[in-house]
């Protein structure tokens, strides 16, 4: 039976927002959700999808590509914080290929890393039933958030610019600063020990793909 990637996620801290703010964040949700359909749809088992107010899930046909989505969704909810609980293994469809006609061992998996990332205020968990596997990569998305969790707007900015640009010198342009200002941005923040972080989590992800038969 083939194994999927299922994401569960929701809005960190929805409750303390009051209802007109709440209403707003719900709106800026779904287009982020629509985006993602759009920008994923080859890799997409079943379209992301808001099953309430503040919580929506997925399937992907892979685990290879969860961090590049995770880290999507990162940006354009901005600054919108997401908890993210994703579950890996097989999954049972009751109708039409939609998540909440869906079932099985990776939507389980997903709902308990959910659950665990709540109650850890974590804000990605993943559950793949390998256990060796699960512990290096939740360990590095523990020390990325923990990082991400000191920056400043600018910073965040500058590291999806560095991301996107790939110089200092092209950064610095668009943001009408100096290379030096954009250097001492990435490199005080830590983002360069993210960066790396995340592509050994990319590469985990690629080579290293979790045994869940145990």
């Known amino acids: 039976m083939q194994d999927y990637t299922v994401i569960i996620a929701d809005i960190k801290d929805s409750r303390r927002l009051k209802d007109k703010e709440r209403y707003e964040w719900q709106l800026f949700l779904k287009s982020a959700v629509v985006q993602i359909n759009e920008t994923f749809t080859g890799i997409i088992e079943a379209p992301f999808t808001i ?20 880290l999507q969704f990162e940006r354009l909810v901005y600054p919108l914080t997401l908890r993210f609980g994703v579950g890996y293994g097989p999954i049972q469809k009751m109708g039409s290929n939609i998540p909440i006609e869906m079932d099985g061992p990776a939507f389980h998996r ?83 020990d993210v960066l790396d972080a995340e592509q050994a989590l990319n590469d985990i992800l690629i080579l290293n793909l979790p045994d869940t038969s145990n």
């Open 110 to 192: 997903a709902n308990a890393a959910l659950t665990y990332a709540k109650k850890k205020k974590l804000t990605i968990r993943m559950d793949t039933k390998d256990r060796e596997f699960d512990q290096w990569v939740n360990t590095l998305y523990r020390l990325v958030f923990s990082i991400k969790s000191r920056w400043s707007k600018t910073t965040f900015k500058r590291y999806w610019m560095y991301k996107e640009l790939g110089t200092y010198k092209r950064v610095a342009a668009k943001e009408n600063v100096s290379p030096q200002a954009v250097w001492d941005s990435i490199h005080h923040s830590g983002a360069i």
């Open 51 to 70: 099953t309430k107010g503040d919580e929506f899930q997925g399937v992907l046909q892979n685990l290879s590509t969860v961090n590049n989505i995770l």
